[in-house]
C-alpha cells in the first residue's frame, strides 16, 4: 500500500517508469470482409497515479485502446508495457491491470461480497486477508451491509460501485474504466464522478477513464487525451485542452467553442489585428508556429463564457465586434445568447445572472460583443 | 358543485369494477375446464392401477385394490423393460446434455465455419418426422450390418436429445453479456475456472431444462425406439405389445409412480423460485 501512496506523489518522483505505454499501438478489425482502421498508431505514456481520460466520440476507438491495455484485444501493430515490462501478447488473467465494464458485468449468481472476493480468490489471497480486504473495500465504497445480496437486488449506483470494488480490491497497476457513469442519471452521475475522484486519491492507483462526456473529463483528470477517428488528436491537462485546444477538432468537441475567421490587418508586440466586418476589430495573441502576415485569413476561437454583451461599442484594447441577437435562452443561473454577427458567423455567449436581474438584451436587438484579447486564440490560417 | 364532481367518477369506476368480476368469473369458469380437460385422462390411468380386476383386461371398474402395489415388479419382464428404459433415459440425459451444452455454447458465443450449418442441422433433427427418422436409422443399421439392441437405441435417443438440449442452452446463451465472462477473465479466472465457476452456473437453467427435456423424451419414446431396439424391450414397447394380450394394471402404478416424480420434480423447482423470489423481495425490503 505505502508503495502506491509513493506514486501517487508528484510525477517526476516516482516517474522512472510510466504504469502504461503504449508504442506505436494500431488495431485493425475484419468485419465483412473489409479491415476497420479502429485504433491507428497511439503513443500514450501514462504516469503512476495519474487519473487519465480518453475523450473522443462514439466509434473514435476509446474502448479499443482500452481493451487492448487490459489484453483482451490484440493489436495488429505496436507493444503495450506495463511498468517497463513488454505485456504485448499477454492474456487479460496474467495482466496487473483491472477493467470496469460500462454494463459492469457482476457475476449475476454472486453475492456482493463473492463479487468483491473473486479476484483475490482466484490469486489465492490467504482467508483472513480477503476478509479484512474485502471488507475494507466495502466499506470505502459505502456498501457495508450490503455483503449478502445479488446484483439484482441493488439500484444501478450501487451496482456501479460493486464494480469498482471488485477490481480495486485487487489493487491493480491501473484501473481501467469503461464509461463507467454512462448508465446512471445526471444526479447520481455527478454524485458519483466525485466519488470516484475521492477514491482514486485514497487508493492512489492509475485511472484510465474513457468518456465521451468532456465535462465528466474536464472535471476528473488530471491529462485528457482528446482522441478522433483512432488517433489522439490532443494531448494535455484540462486547462490546456479547453484554454488551447490544439485543432479545430478539440476546439469544436471540448466545450461550446465560436469560430471567427478575418483578414490580419497588422503584426506587431506579439499580437494579430484582425478587421472583422465593417467595423469589428480583434486581437490575437500569435504563437510561433502560426502562419499569419498581413492580408492573410487567419481563424480563431472565443469561449462563449469570456465574451460580454452590451449595448455600447466597448472602449480601449477590447476584442470588439457587432452583432444581432438571433436567440436569448434564460437558464435561472445563466443566460445563454445566440448572436449573428456581421460576417454571418453564429457567437455563443454565456452570462451569468449574478448581478441584473433584466436581460441585457433581446432577440432582435443590436449590440456589441467584447472580449479581452488573451481570451482570442489563434487557430490557424482560414480558408 | 363538489357532489356532481365526486359521484361521476365513482359511477364508470363501479362499471370497471363489475365488469372485471365477470371476466374474473369467466377466466375461473375456464381454469376449471382445462385442468379438467388434461386432468381426465391422467385420473383415469391413477385409478385403474387400484382396479381389483381378476380379467386379462382392465377397462371394466370392479373395486378397489392396493394389490397391484403391491406385487409391482411381478411381472418380471415388464420390470426389465422398465430398468431398461430408466437406465436408457438416464444415460442418454447424461451424455445429450454434455454433448448439448457444448454444443449451444458454441452456436450462441462464437462465429465460426460451419456455424450456419450446424444449427441447421439441428433445426432437421428436431423437425424431422420420428417415424422417418427411426426407419432411416434401420436401415443405416442394417447396411452398416450393426445388431440392433441396447447401444443402438441409446445411440438413437442420445441423438435426437443433443438437438433439444443445445436448442435450449443456445437461447440462454444469446440472452447473456459477454462482457460478465470477461470479467471473470480479468480478475484472473482461466479458461476452465471461468467456465466452472461464472459460465456454468449462468447458463444453469437452460442446462436444466435441456435435460429434463432429453429424460422426458426418452424415456416414453416409442417410435425411434421400436426401429432399433432388435430384440431389446422398453417400457413401451412391452405396453405396445401388451396391449392385444391385455395391459396389467402394474402399467397404470408404473406411469403413475413416472408421472409422481415428475409433479415432484416441477413442485421443488417452482417452490425454488418462489423462495428465491420471497429473499429476493426480503433484500429489497429494508
Ligand atoms: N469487434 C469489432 N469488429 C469490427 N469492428 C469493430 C469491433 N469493435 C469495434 N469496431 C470498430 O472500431 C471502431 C472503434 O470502436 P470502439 O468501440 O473502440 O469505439 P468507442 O470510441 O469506444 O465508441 P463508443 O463511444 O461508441 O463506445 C468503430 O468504428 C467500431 O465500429
Ligand atoms: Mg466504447
Redesign the interface.
Known amino acids: 500500500m505505502t508503495e502506491t501512496k509513493h506514486a501517487a506523489a508528484p510525477p517526476d518522483v516516482g516517474a522512472a517508469l510510466p504504469a502504461i505505454e503504449l508504442a506505436g499501438v494500431a488495431k485493425e478489425y475484419r468485419a465483412h470482409g473489409e479491415t476497420v482502421a479502429a485504433v491507428r498508431g497511439l503513443d500514450l505514456e501514462i504516469a503512476q497515479g495519474e487519473f487519465f481520460s480518453l475523450l473522443g466520440p462514439s466509434g473514435c476507438g476509446k474502448t479499443t485502446t482500452l481493451r487492448i491495455i487490459?489484453g483482451?484485444e490484440e493489436p495488429t501493430a505496436g507493444r503495450v508495457y506495463l511498468h517497463g515490462a513488454d505485456v504485448t501478447g499477454v492474456?487479460?488473467?496474467?495482466r496487473d491491470v483491472?477493467?470496469v465494464?460500462?454494463?459492469y458485468?457482476?457475476?449475476?449468481?454472486m453475492s456482493v461480497w463473492d463479487n468483491v472476493a473473486?479476484?483475490l480468490r482466484?490469486?489465492r489471497v490467504p482467508k483472513e486477508e480477503i476478509r479484512a480486504r474485502v471488507g475494507e473495500m466495502l466499506e470505502t465504497v459505502d456498501l457495508t451491509g450490503r455483503e449478502?445480496?445479488?446484483p439484482?437486488?441493488l439500484s444501478g449506483g450501487q451496482q456501479q460501485r460493486v464494480a469498482l470494488a471488485?477490481?480495486l480490491v485487487?489493487r491493480p497497476r491501473a484501473l481501467l474504466l469503461d464509461e463507467p457513469l454512462g448508465a446512471l442519471d445526471q444526479k447520481l452521475r455527478q454524485a458519483m464522478q466525485v466519488e470516484l475522484k475521492r477514491i482514486q486519491r485514497e487508493v492512489g492507483i492509475t485511472f484510465v477513464y474513457v468518456t465521451h462526456d468532456q465535462g465528466e473529463a474536464l472535471t476528473m483528470s488530471d491529462r485528457i487525451a482528446v482522441m478522433n477517428d483512432g488517433r489522439v488528436e490532443q494531448l494535455g491537462t484540462p486547462r490546456e485542452i479547453y484554454e488551447r485546444p490544439a485543432t479545430r477538432f478539440v476546439a469544436g468537441f471540448i466545450g461550446t467553442s465560436n469560430l471567427l475567421a478575418g483578414e490580419v490587418e497588422r503584426i506587431g508586440d506579439g499580437r494579430a489585428v484582425i478587421s472583422y466586418g465593417p467595423d469589428g476589430r480583434i486581437e490575437v495573441p500569435l504563437r510561433p508556429a502560426l502562419p499569419a502576415a498581413p492580408g492573410r485569413r487567419l481563424e480563431l476561437t472565443v469561449r462563449p463564457e469570456k465574451i460580454t454583451i452590451g449595448t455600447e461599442r466597448p472602449g480601449g484594447a477590447l476584442c470588439a465586434v457587432r452583432g444581432t441577437v438571433t436567440e436569448v435562452v434564460y437558464l435561472g443561473t445563466s443566460t445563454n445568447y445566440n448572436v449573428s454577427t456581421a460576417t454571418g458567423a453564429d457567437v455563443v455567449v454565456f452570462t451569468q445572472n449574478a448581478t441584473s436581474a433584466d436581460h441585457v438584451a433581446a432577440r432582435g436587438d443590436t449590440v456589441w460583443l467584447s472580449w479581452e484579447p488573451r481570451h482570442s486564440y489563434a487557430m490557424g490560417a482560414a480558408q | 358543485m363538489t357532489a356532481p364532481a365526486t359521484s361521476s367518477p365513482r359511477a364508470p369506476r363501479r362499471r370497471v369494477r363489475r365488469r372485471a368480476v365477470r371476466s374474473g368469473r369467466v377466466l375461473h369458469l375456464y381454469t376449471v375446464l382445462l385442468i379438467a380437460w388434461l386432468l381426465l385422462p391422467i385420473a383415469v390411468m391413477i385409478l385403474f392401477g387400484f382396479n381389483d380386476t381378476h380379467s386379462k383386461q382392465n377397462y371394466r371398474w370392479e373395486g378397489f385394490t392396493l394389490r397391484w402395489y403391491r406385487h409391482l415388479f411381478d411381472k418380471r419382464d415388464l420390470t426389465a423393460a422398465l430398468v431398461n428404459s430408466l437406465t436408457i433415459a438416464l444415460l442418454s440425459t447424461a451424455i445429450s446434455t454434455v454433448i448439448g451444452t457444448a454444443a449451444g455454447l458454441a452456436l450462441g458465443r462464437h462465429r465460426f465455419r460451419g456455424r450456419g450449418a450446424a444449427n441447421l442441422v439441428l433445426f432437421m433433427a428436431i423437425s424431422c418426422p420420428e417415424i422417418v427418422m427411426g426407419a432411416s436409422l434401420l436401415s443405416m443399421f442394417v447396411t452398416f450390418n450393426l445388431p440392433r439392441g441396447y447401444p443402438t437405441i441409446l445411440a438413437a435417443h442420445v441423438m435426437f436429445s443433443i438437438a433439444f438440449v443445445a436448442v435450449t442452452v443456445r437461447a440462454r446463451v444469446v440472452g447473456l453479456?459477454p462482457?460478465?465472462e470477461?470479467?471473470?477473465?480479468?480478475?484472473?479466472?482461466?479458461p476452465w475456472?471461468r467456465f466452472r465457476?461464472?459460465t456454468l452456473?449462468?447458463i444453469m437453467p437452460g442446462v436444466v431444462s435441456g435435460a429434463l427435456l432429453a429424460f422426458v423424451l426418452s424415456i416414453d419414446d416409442f417410435v425411434i425406439t421400436s426401429f432399433t431396439s432388435g430384440a431389446t424391450v422398453t417400457f413401451p414397447l412391452w405396453i405396445y405389445g401388451s396391449t392385444r394380450t391385455g395391459t396389467p394394471p402394474q402399467v397404470n402404478v408404473m406411469g403413475t409412480l413416472i408421472c409422481a416424480v415428475g409433479v415432484v420434480v416441477a413442485l421443488v423447482s417452482a417452490r425454488r423460485n418462489v423462495r428465491r423470489l420471497q429473499a429476493?423481495r426480503d433484500?429489497?425490503g429494508d
Open positions: 487490459a483482451f492474456p487479460a488473467n496474467k483491472n477493467m465494464f460500462q454494463s458485468a457482476l457475476f449475476p449468481h473473486f479476484g482466484r490469486r449478502k445480496r445479488r439484482a437486488e471488485r477490481a485487487n | 453479456d462482457s460478465v470477461e470479467a471473470a477473465q480479468d480478475l484472473g479466472a482461466g475456472t465457476l461464472v452456473p449462468m429476493d433484500a429489497r
